[in-house]
């Protein structure tokens, strides 16, 4: 009702202007719908706006969720080649036998975290500056056929490339052929002289001092059990028992044992050792479960040219082992918190050291077993010493 009675006043008024009037009125209209319009198209271009931001969120913490993928991978992978376990028999230890395919992996993501901007995690590597001049050199000529010579002044040689070859490991069996000689004696008896023999540092045994080298390198240097050892002689046609290896190692400790001396006496001989000693597990020992603590004790150093490294077995953990190992050494001994080396200490002239580790000083401190407080004092040798005692 009051619509129908609007719209009629409204024609009356307008039937009561001017044609000039009129003609304001329609501009000024169109003025408000103008701004009305350019209002909207501001406000579509700042929902447009709104609409790229988010889109440019959404992209960034897209490349960032994928830089977050890489760099897991990568620590992953990392700590998976570092800290995997040694044993076959647990779990994803499989994932060690591709090893070049680890290796491949983190080169990759390395390359991908270069591309999205983050630095590299390793440095560049340096150009390789060739190979030693010590190791033997077989030469190879690349020649020229005579056609393709045809008519040439004068011929030379180029060094072009090198390469690293390995002659790979065979298996032979030495042949001892001892040469004797009769000789008549007058009495009509006979008397025969051979040719001395060398003497083999286990006696009776079938093993060359090659092989006995070979078998101890590659356990204790390349951390290749004998078991492995076995299956890979036998692969070079060389049929050897663990047992056999196993019983020639411990055969050859008598045979070392006046080296290992003379080893002791040099280390002594210098005024700066490092000590520790760890846990391991040993199947049977007098007086002792299986799964009791037995010690390995290692001490590194010696005069500063020649170090020496020695490792010894003990039972114990007591103080009486460093006593023992140490006696009569006059110097710097690196050790962590453990008290059993302070009995040592007191009863030689040995100043006991600690560590600087970061920027705090950290002194030897009561040590328990798998809760060390300080920085491992054989494989951190770069640590800065601090006198402790």
Not at 172 to 182: L, P, S
Not at 309 to 332: I, K, N, Q, T
């Amino acid at each position: 009702m009051h619509t129908a009675t609007d719209q009629r006043q409204t024609s009356s008024d307008l039937a009561s202007l001017s044609p000039a009037e009129l003609r304001t009125l329609l501009v000024e209209k169109d003025r408000l719908i103008a701004e009305r319009d350019q209002v909207i198209a501001e406000r579509d271009d700042v929902i447009a706006d709104h609409q790229r931001v988010i889109v440019d969120h959404k992209h960034v913490i897209g490349e960032q969720q994928k830089l977050l993928k890489l760099l897991e991978e990568e620590l992953r992978l990392a700590r998976q080649r570092r800290f995997g376990a040694s044993s076959e028999k647990r779990p994803f230890q499989g994932d060690f036998f591709d090893e070049a395919e680890l290796e491949q992996a983190l080169s990759d993501i390395d390359q991908a975290l270069t591309e999205a901007g983050e630095p590299p995690a390793k440095p560049k590597r340096k150009p390789r500056k060739g190979f030693s001049d010590k190791l033997p050199r077989v030469r190879v000529d690349l020649t020229l056929s005579e056609e393709e010579k045809a008519g040439a002044s004068r011929t030379f040689f180029t060094k072009v490339k090198e390469e690293l070859d390995i002659v790979p490991a065979k298996a032979q069996v030495i042949e001892y052929w001892q040469e004797k000689a009769v000789f008549e004696e007058e009495t009509g008896e006979q008397r025969i002289a051979a040719a001395l023999r060398q003497p083999h540092p286990l006696g009776k045994c079938i093993a060359s001092v090659s092989l006995l080298a070979y078998i101890l390198t590659a356990k204790y240097a390349d951390a290749l059990p004998l078991y492995r050892l076995e299956k890979i002689l036998a692969r070079y046609g060389g049929h050897l028992s663990r047992t056999a290896m196993a019983n020639w190692i411990i055969r050859l400790d008598d045979v070392f044992k006046p080296l290992i001396n003379l080893l002791q006496e040099h280390q002594l001989s210098g005024d700066y050792l490092q000590a520790d000693e760890t846990r391991i597990q040993v199947l049977k020992e007098d007086g002792k479960v299986a799964r009791s603590d037995k010690w390995m004790w290692l001490i590194r150093g010696g005069p500063p040219d020649r170090p020496v490294v020695l490792f010894h077995y003990d039972a114990s953990r007591s103080e009486d082992v460093p006593s023992r190992l140490l006696d009569g050494y006059e110097g710097v001994l690196q050790t962590d918190g453990y008290a059993g080396y302070n009995q040592v200490c007191r009863d030689n002239p040995i100043t006991r050291i600690g560590f600087r580790v970061g920027g705090d000083v950290t002194v030897p401190t009561p040590h328990r077993p798998g809760r060390a407080r300080l920085t491992h004092p054989v494989l951190h040798m770069a640590a800065s010493l601090v006198a402790a005692y």
